[in-house]
């Protein structure tokens, strides 16, 4: 099928930098969330990233009054369930997430396909409670979105061709780049990507390095853009242990087993940059290590 319409769960930070490409692209955006705050300020943030991406020269300014024109933003999520693709980007928890997808399965076309920006959750599963787990994938974006030119595509056991032709067609118009995953826990990236941030944290339980020190080594010594920490400030510490939960349940094996320090800071509410505080105090002028 033509996808010509998405529909975007969720508002916050993947969410709105979804609805920010998909529209960018051309695609008509319905942009839902349960809160007309983040709706408000989501819009407020494309603008403010295309308005940047003016500056650089990048795009045009007839096209971010276009791009902005392509989105619409509902509370009512039978809003969205028209679109020919449903992209959820809500909160990384499988209850969560069955809960849209049950809410939105009264209202779908019978040839809307339906996607979740899970970054680590079995796709096979979350499919096989909706009504079409051969139109149902992973579709899984990098933050910051309008930024990062990787999509993972995660096909469950049921997925069928069509509707991977049809995502990957979608990737190739954003003009990024798909890798596909086999749907086990955390699929690629994050597979690879948040064991290392864990064993980060427990450098820095054990006492091996402090804050700065840590993030320093892997920037310098193996040229990291980011230092482990600080890209976990910057994904949040609650998205990295539920994702660790989730290799560890799913893999049952040890290596697997998140950091108590990293579960501490989330106990706390030190969740990183959304939150003010995490491994780094964002609430200065300056990022200051907070151990």
Known sequence: MEIKSIGVVGAGQMGNGIAHVMALAGYEVRLNDISQEALDKAVATIGKNLDRQVSREKISAEERDRTMARIRTTLQLPEIAQTDLVIEAATEREEVKDKIFAAL?????????????????????????????????????????????????????????????????????????????????????????IPMINEACYTLYEGVGNVRSIDMAMKLGANHPMGPLELADFIGLDTCLAIMNVLHDGLADTKYRPCPLLTKYVEAGWLGRKAGRGFYDYRGDEPVPTR
């Open 105 to 193: 399965l009264p209202h779908l076309k019978p040839e809307t396909i339906l996607t979740s920006n899970t970054s680590s959750i079995s796709i096979t599963r979350l499919a096989s409670r909706t009504d079409r787990p051969e139109k149902f994938m992973g579709f899984h974006f990098m933050n910051p979105v309008p930024v990062m030119k990787l999509v993972e595509l995660i096909r469950g056991i049921a997925t069928d061709h069509d509707t991977y032709t049809a995502c990957l067609g979608v990737v190739e118009k954003l003009d990024k780049n798909a890798a596909s995953a086999e749907d086990f826990p955390a699929f690629i990236v994050n597979r690879i990507l």
